[in-house]
């Protein structure tokens, strides 16, 4: 069973940076996607980046330029790198993770492909 712990959420101001970090632990071989998502007080949960070692990275519009993603395989560990934060990027952060078994070359922002869960940290961005 994947476990998933994240860690590096706070508050911060408007461009401001944040780097959020997610360690998997059990079982995660070579095909999994990791993820991030966000959900804010009153609204739908968001896909924000996804990747998967030798699997394309990919974005959500709404981050794409400012939020960078990275792993660090030997660890189980993906990096969230946010830059240029915006009152809008305030919400819970989780992330997750799921075995990929597609062609596609590229990890699902999809919430629903994603079988195991973080607890989520707290991102605040104040204007």
């Given amino acids: ?6 860690s590096g959420g706070g508050s911060v101001q408007s461009g401001g940076s944040l780097r959020l ?3 998997a632990s059990g079982y995660i071989g070579a095909t999994y ?4 998502f966000r959900q804010a007080p009153g609204k739908e949960r968001q896909g924000v980046a996804a990747t998967g070692k030798g699997l394309e990275t990919s974005y959500a519009y709404f981050v794409a330029g400012r939020f960078t993603l990275s792993q660090d395989s030997s660890e189980n560990t993906v990096f969230l790198q946010m830059n240029s934060l915006k009152p809008e990027d305030t919400g ?5 993770a799921y075995r990929y078994h597609g062609q596609s070359g590229i990890c699902a922002t999809d919430g629903n492909f ?11 961005v104040s204007s």
């Fill in 33 to 36: 996607c990791m993820g991030w």
């Fill in 21 to 23: 970090s997610c360690r």
């Fill in 92 to 96: 819970m952060y989780f992330c997750a």
């Fill in 114 to 124: 994603y079988t195991a869960w973080g607890q989520g940290t707290q991102v605040t």
């Fill in 1 to 6: 069973q994947v476990r998933l712990m994240e």
